[in-house]
């Protein structure tokens, strides 16, 4: 489920478990809506949700926000540009820019992935007599010789390219 980031981080606040679980979760929502629009990517297991203070997220988990967050970036479309950095165990932890940065690029991904999926056209072709099965039913519509496709979805249009199937568009 989606949360509101918090994007005006100052270097008097103190971060928690419930930001560390906010931010997770909303990368786990982004790849999940993500997965909708675009053909799989990898993805990295952030854990469990912390629940008390004594929980302090590890470098390695903040790695796995950072490593998904590029992950989008490089198999999405880019709406966020911001580099990757990467933490060390008992090194410098993030600080209040490091927090906007990634609840920034969580909104920013969000924004653009709910946009184009409100926004998302459809283009249909003929495949002649046959059946046309795709592995995952993503804005797909099939009968028995007609195919409907999400402009974009890289899965579909990749298996069509493979199989040298060309058409022309018609208004």
């Known amino acids: ?15 928690n478990y419930s930001d560390y679980n906010r931010i ?8 999940s ?3 909708s629009l675009f ?25 796995a926000m950072e490593e998904n967050l590029e992950s989008m970036r490089n198999h999405t479309f880019l709406y966020d ?12 932890t993030p600080t209040y820019e490091d927090f906007n ?8 991904f969000y924004t653009g992935f709910t946009n184009q999926k409100k926004n998302k ?8 007599n046959s059946h046309f099965k795709s592995e995952r039913n993503v804005g797909t519509q099939v009968t028995k010789d007609r195919l409907s496709f999400v402009l974009g979805n890289q899965s579909i ?6 199989k040298r199937i060309s058409f022309v568009l018609r208004k």
């Open 39 to 63: 053909v799989d990517f990898p993805y990295t297991d952030m854990g469990a949700d912390k629940n008390s203070y004594a929980q302090y997220p590890y470098a390695d988990e903040f790695n």
């Open 33 to 35: 809506l993500a997965e």
């Open 101 to 108: 940065r990634l609840e920034r690029a969580c909104l920013l």
């Open 157 to 162: 249009v990749e298996r069509v390219v493979k």
């Open 121 to 128: 056209g459809f283009l249909s072709f003929r495949l002649g």
């Open 1 to 15: 489920m989606w949360k509101e980031p918090k994007t005006n981080w100052v270097s008097e606040d103190y971060f």
């Open 81 to 92: 540009n911001t580099d990757m950095r990467t933490w060390y165990d008992n090194a410098p």
């Open 24 to 31: 997770k979760n909303n990368i786990a929502y982004l790849r």
